[in-house]
């Protein structure tokens, strides 16, 4: 219900509407989850055992560490829903639309590792991507548009979150970033651009920037975390360790590849972060043949 709101075009509560039934759906489901693990009393208050707890009391259970960036993700989702019926703007769809992808993405996963139940086959893939709004954004559009009040506590609220996107990983908020890169084949290309020879005003071409943060994100452990997700998802009886990850490495000199390996050399002792191309290409060869993956690896 979360997903099918926020994606209908003519719809202008799509925020406060995500914001009420994602919450819903992620208290559900731990409920779910704590009366599978602890017995239906856990979802109950000890001295009112006719009320089950809120949102905050099973996140505080199932997941208790408060900084890491799933739990921030939903604390921020929390906030907006019990304030989204007083105190509302429409541009806070712009503000929030990070962190409410990262938290469909995360439901997914956690119903995926607690319950073991595989959205993909309830909802398409395509469909749990949000709709996004291309439209500028700015403090001089917000103040010509709204009242002090509502302009300063939206303003207030970019501040805060703003950093704190930087500062944390895809768990947190899924950036959007357009990238461009030079092709001389225009099959490939999406836009156009040329060169005036008679031009004013002089360009650089920045051949490659990298930031290792956000291309290569996964470190060794966290890389075999997302091998083994994806292959539950596509129900290959297969579990990579970190011995045959490290012979795959070899394998396929992945560490000599910057597609799919960044080394980070600021210490004495290098260390390795990898790639969501490094991902799909250990269970594109897995998914060839389980079965003798491992024997075949190894000669």
């Known amino acids: 219900m979360a997903i099918e709101i926020y994606n209908k075009p003519t719809i202008k509560y799509r925020v406060e509407g995500f914001s009420f039934f994602i919450c819903n759906a992620w208290e559900l489901m731990l409920k779910a989850y704590m009366t599978n693990t602890w017995g239906e009393p856990s979802i109950y208050y000890k001295d009112k055992t006719n009320r089950t707890i809120t949102l905050e009391n099973c996140l505080q259970k199932v997941f208790s560490n408060e900084k890491s960036p799933l739990r921030r993700n939903l604390d921020q989702i929390i906030e907006l829903r019990n304030t989204s019926t007083h105190f509302i703007v429409e541009e806070y769809e712009m503000l929030y639309i990070p962190l409410f992808q990262a938290c469909v993405l995360n439901y997914v996963n956690k119903m995926q590792e607690l319950l073991d139940v595989d959205i993909t086959e309830i909802i398409p893939q395509n469909f749990l991507t949000l709709s996004v709004s291309m439209k500028t954004l700015t403090e001089t559009m917000i103040r010509a548009k709204y009242p002090e009040q509502i302009a300063e506590k939206f303003l207030e609220k970019t501040e805060e979150l703003e950093p704190m996107i930087s500062e944390n ?69 297969y579990e990579i360790n970190s011995y045959f990850f490290n012979l795959f490495n070899k394998k396929y000199n992945i560490k000599e590849n910057e597609l799919y390996c960044f080394v980070h050399r600021q210490y004495a002792t290098p260390s390795y972060t990898y790639s969501m191309q490094m991902i799909e290409l250990v269970v594109g060869e897995i998914q060839k043949n389980p079965e003798k993956f491992n024997e075949n690896l190894k000669k």
């Open 169 to 237: 990983n895809q768990t947190f908020a899924i950036q959007i970033e357009h990238l461009h890169f030079i092709t001389k084949d225009r099959s490939e290309a999406t836009s156009m651009l040329h060169i005036a020879k008679e031009g004013e005003t002089g360009v650089k071409i920045v051949r490659e920037l990298k930031n290792p943060n956000v291309t290569h994100k996964f470190t060794m452990k966290k890389a075999i975390k997302e091998i083994n997700q994806r292959l539950r998802k596509l129900q290959i009886p």
